[in-house]
Nanobody, 123 residues
Framework: QVQLVESGGGLVQAGGSLRLSCAAS????????VGWFRQAPGKEREFVTA????????YYADSVKGRFTISRDNAKNTVYLQMNSLKPEDTAVYYC????????????????WGQGTQVTVSS
C-alpha cells in the first residue's frame, strides 16, 4: 500500500514557476513508477509526466516538454514536478499517482492516487 500527498500548488502569474511535491508513505516507493496528471474543470484527467521506477526514465506530454521537469528522491520518498514558464492553460488540479503498469501516459496504469493540489495560473 502506498499513500501519496501532493503539495506546492497555488496561484501564480503566467510565466512564473511552481514546484510541486508528492510525498509517499511505504518502504517500497522506489518500486513504483510515479506520474503527474492534471484535471481542469469540465475536462478529462490528462497525463503530464512520469518517471519510471527502475531506470528513472522520464516521459512528458508534448504540451509541457521543455517547461516541466519531473524528478524523484527515493531516499525521501518524494517526487517533484518543477513547472516553469507557466501558462493559463496549465491551470488544473494536479495529481501524482503511483503504479507498476504501462503505458505510462494512461491513468489506468496507476493504482494509487493522492488527493491533488490546485494550480492556478493567471494571465
Amino acid at each position: 500500500q502506498v499513500q501519496l500527498v501532493e503539495s506546492g500548488g497555488g496561484l501564480v502569474q503566467a510565466g512564473g514557476s511552481l514546484r510541486l511535491s508528492c510525498a509517499a508513505s511505504g518502504r517500497t516507493f522506489s518500486s513504483y513508477t510515479v506520474g503527474w496528471f492534471r484535471q481542469a474543470p469540465g475536462k478529462e484527467r490528462e497525463f503530464v509526466t512520469a518517471i519510471r521506477r527502475i531506470s528513472g526514465s522520464t516521459y512528458y506530454a508534448d504540451s509541457v516538454k521543455g517547461r516541466f521537469t519531473i524528478s524523484r528522491d527515493n531516499a525521501k520518498n518524494t517526487v517533484y514536478l518543477q513547472m516553469n514558464s507557466l501558462k493559463p492553460e496549465d491551470t488544473a488540479v494536479y495529481y501524482c499517482p503511483a503504479g507498476v503498469g504501462t503505458p505510462y501516459d494512461s491513468r489506468w496504469s496507476y493504482e494509487y492516487w493522492g488527493q491533488g493540489t490546485q494550480v492556478t495560473v493567471s494571465s
